[in-house]
């Protein structure tokens, strides 16, 4: 067990298309303090994978240093370094039986064969499946897998454990067992944890601290209800879902938008303001100042995109999304007011950039992937 | 229910006519003293030549024993050149790859009689002419090609993922190739070391120039006999020829088999 800190690392590969090398890391810094799970959020291929590599000694990184415990490890090589790396598709040794996975780290340090048995057996009962403790990896299923790599990881009592989007190869029931799983099993054993995910519903329920990485560099980082509520900007917004963008003014402490007015501590000027779909309320009115376009049914509530009538003056997104409760389904086509309070919007300054997505484009896949 | 495909029986005459046809014939005239045209089947049959294979005066030993210890060398010897150089063609990207992938077939497209005479004036001069040194160096130029093309191949479909896990966990480089790339590899090099054993068995210009007719391995003895027209003696030899490449494959397989699997090499017995 120890605290991780990386400090100011960039990392750049050469790339076959360009002459230029291709910045993935720039000036990367983050702590994670001793027992803690700190999750990574970003988008696919945009070197997630690349700082896990670093942390564990498998690349060098340009720039920066990597600290266990406040000490430099970047000299120690990968085999004595500590981090244990599990990947997405669990690579299991296919030749060696699931007993034998588990204990391959020990045998590296020259265990004795008791002592490897004794520490796979452990590990077997706590990832559960001392069943399967004879079988090659070719004979369980994914989730299997991924427990045993798990357990691998953890019989050599790593410093740290690093964890590449280790579920997502899993579908979607087996996915939220496993996370429960993996958050349970860290909570026992007090392993300090980076873990990699491109999902930010897994991202904002398994960690202890949020980090946002875009284009290699980390744009916020907080606890994940306050990254969540309380975003740098409309791009560390867009990490977390469709949101709505409108023009406010703030002048004399009053804030003046679409959805009414209300005293703010900003400066005088123009800003881009925010709410997120939860924050809208509607109510059919045949007055109101936006009609349904579509309504998208969500299990637990209803996604309706409105056209709002302010949007044709140019002070705000054409559509806006907003998360309803089943109750008073409203149909298309009919019109509806919105309200906020107006209290929870969220000011970002005017020259934000931030345009509105092509209506062909689901605003999901563009925002996340 | 157990479908059979419609081309079994056409895969199995296939099999009878291309494989197990040519053997038998074979074995007919090792044992034919003459087989005029257009007999089906000889018309007298003598075990002479088989005797006189297992006779006393027989270069049988000699010559098995130095085609074995020759081919075996070379097997070894470019399976270990080839495991590095394919592991980097594989697996690496470096300016210049596609250039050194042509370069490394280039002596299967070049013949043998353009390199070997000048080969053997530099063994000349080196001191290794004329031994069994040199002519198991100079069987290395022509199964170089094989050994590295198929197990690059093979490295490239293992990756290096599974090694670097090893890596991570604790394992030192050598750790990480002996405990897992190894055994995974291990059927390849099989398949690879049979191809570079007959390779090398086969080998007649090479064997000539380079030993100077001091080594003589099953082909020296092979293409004479079938020169002069000695059809059973040619037909002995090519018997023994078969024999022991076929024996060699299977030695290699069962090594593989035995590596592959984790119970020799694992805590569990």
Redesign the interface.
Known sequence: MANLELRNISKSFSSKRRNAPETVLSHVSLAVPDGKIFCLLGPSGIGKSTLLKIV???LVPEEGDVLFDGESVLRVP???RG???V?Q?A?L?????V??NI???L???GAS?GE??QVAAEMLSLVEMEECA?KLPGEISGGQKQRVALA??LA?RPRILLLDEPFSSLDARLRRSMRAFMRALQRKTGITTLLVTHDWEEALQDSDILGLLFDGKLLQTGAPEDVFSNPVSPRAADFFGVRNYFDVEVRDGTLSSPFGSAPADAPDGRYLGMLRPDQIALLPDAGGAGSVLSAEYGGERIFYDIVPSFSANGCGWSRFRVAASLEGRLREGEKVSMSARCDTIRLFPAESDRREPRETESSYEQDLQ | MKTRSPFAPLLLFAFLTLLLLPVLVLLIWSVARSWPWPSLLPAAYSAAEWKSLFSASSRLVPVLLQSVLLAGGVTLLSLAASVPAAKALGLLSFPGKSVVEMLVLAPVIVPPLSYAPGMHLLFLRLGIADSFAGVLLAHLVPCLPYGIRILTNVFRALGDRLEMQARVLGASPAQAFLHVTLPLIAPGMASAGGLLFIVSLSQYLLTFFLGGGRIVTLSMVLLPLVKDGERAAAAVWSTLFIAVSLLFCLLMERAAKRCASSRDTFFLS
């Open positions: 564990c000694g498998l990968v085999e004595r981090a244990v790396l990947f598709d690579s040794f296919p030749h060696l039986t007993e034998e204990a391959f780290g045998k590296m340090r064969r490897q048995r004879r691998r990881a050599v």
